[in-house]
């Protein structure tokens, strides 16, 4: 992987059992030639050739490690502890691409930048940081940099098994981190997932968490609209 100038960037992918999708996001990462990119991917102890795929690129990647976790925020937490402390973190799951970064003078102006997703085939998905991010989580993590200094530990709650990174998000919101949009950052993610599904409980216990009772009963009705548009 060639280095360059340029913000240091510090891209995790957690994987386990994923030897039909781990290759696309090793390339997707290691054909980034101008950017200035760390690569640590944490596997849950795969059986299925997965680490087989992983070690033939294990030249162009920083860290790598396979082992039993406790879930997919425990594994997310251990990438963000081993990660460089002055780089920008950005998480993709076996199967998402990162397709374009943002532009350098973007990471000057936040510590955090959100870029758009392609769902699969599906659609696109833009990122929002008004008051629907207080209700939702208006943040997909394909693109989505996070600079680690602003939450040097572990940041991940691992009572939430779908949506702690929207704890996260709203935490980072509620501290009052500036979030910028850029466009040019782009990613894909593969259809599925923990999160495909939408489970209405957890959200609202987040949310409820981070921002109180007034805005869990805004939330209910905010999804019940959603869901009926």
Known sequence: MKHVNGPLITVITVTYNAVSSIEATIQSVINRVNNNIQFIIIDGGST?????IINKYKNQITYFVSEPDSGLYD?????????????????????DKIISFPHNDSFAKAGIIAGVVSI???????PKIDIRLKLGNTLHHQALLIKKSLHPLPPFDITFKIYADFDFNQRLLKAGYKIIIDESFKAYAMEGGVSSSFNETESLEIVKKNYGWFYHKFAQLYYLLRHEI
């Open 75 to 95: 594994a997310m937490n251990k990438g963000w502890k081993v990660a460089n402390e002055f780089s920008y973190i950005l998480y993709l799951g076996s199967g």
């Open 120 to 126: 699969g085939n599906k659609f696109l998905y833009e």
């Open 48 to 52: 299925d050739g997965t680490i087989d």
